[in-house]
């Protein structure tokens, strides 16, 4: 659940327990709202004192899969500040200032756009500044298994929120009559590009995940074809 609009997820309320028993306190009036966003602060209450938020998938895969995917989001929001800070430090500390690919190959985490041997032996000065700024970020991450980690977790559990959200628009599409088979193509053909849309993109502006939002991308699609009004 959304506290409020205040940019603070709920990981920052659970840090700061005076803004969190206040904002409990200002919801004690609307007892269902109440009891969802005490739910939500219990799960991930339990989630810090067990330690579990060092493996976020472990904490989705045992026991808590059945956590809300607001609840997902913000544990993506949690985990990916700390990632950013330290790859967009390294960024302009090797002099990266145009974008750079981030995509898992057989397992570990590669920077796009480096060169093999004889494609650096026939780049220009300019080409081979560039390489060694791409290979020094490379060398970075293949020396922190910390790191990788946390890219493969942060990535995983992109996929698995922006997955859950166009499963929850499923639910509308059959609400509106849509046929089963629609619908079976449309979650099948997300869950595809959801897949093909891993990975990070690392620039002066930070690190995104390139799967992000590509869910609210899939839905609008999905209400075109199907001609889905939103309520009023």
Not at 155 to 165: A, I, K, L, P, V
Not at 200 to 219: A, M, T, V, W, Y
């Amino acid at each position: 659940m959304q506290i409020q609009s205040s940019g603070l997820t709920l990981f920052d309320y659970l840090e700061d327990a005076d803004k969190s028993n206040q904002t409990l306190q200002n919801l004690a009036q609307n007892q269902y709202q109440y009891q969802d966003l005490r739910k939500e602060l219990n799960t991930l209450t339990d989630s810090l004192n067990l330690g579990q938020t060092d493996n976020p998938l472990k904490f989705l895969d045992n026991g808590f899969s059945n956590v809300s995917l607001k609840t997902v989001n913000n544990m993506i929001a949690y985990n990916m500040r700390p990632v950013a800070e330290d790859l967009q430090q390294m960024a302009d500390r090797f002099g990266i200032k145009d974008p750079v690919n981030l995509q898992n190959v057989d397992g570990k985490w590669q920077v796009d756009g480096l060169m093999d041997e004889e494609q650096l032996a026939a780049a220009t000065p300019e080409e081979k500044a560039t390489q060694e700024q791409l290979q020094n970020l490379q060398t970075y991450l293949d020396k922190n298994t910390a790191l990788q980690d946390k890219l493969t977790q942060l990535d995983r559990m992109s996929e698995f929120y922006e997955f859950g959200q166009t499963q929850e628009y499923a639910k509308t599409l059959q609400a509106n009559d849509v046929a089963e088979d629609g619908v079976v193509s449309y979650l099948t053909a997300s869950r595809s590009l959801i897949q093909e849309a891993a990975g990070f993109s690392l620039s002066s502006k930070g690190l995104q995940l390139n799967s992000r939002g590509e869910s609210d991308s899939l839905i609008e699609q999905a209400k075109e074809q199907f001609n889905i009004k939103d309520e009023s």
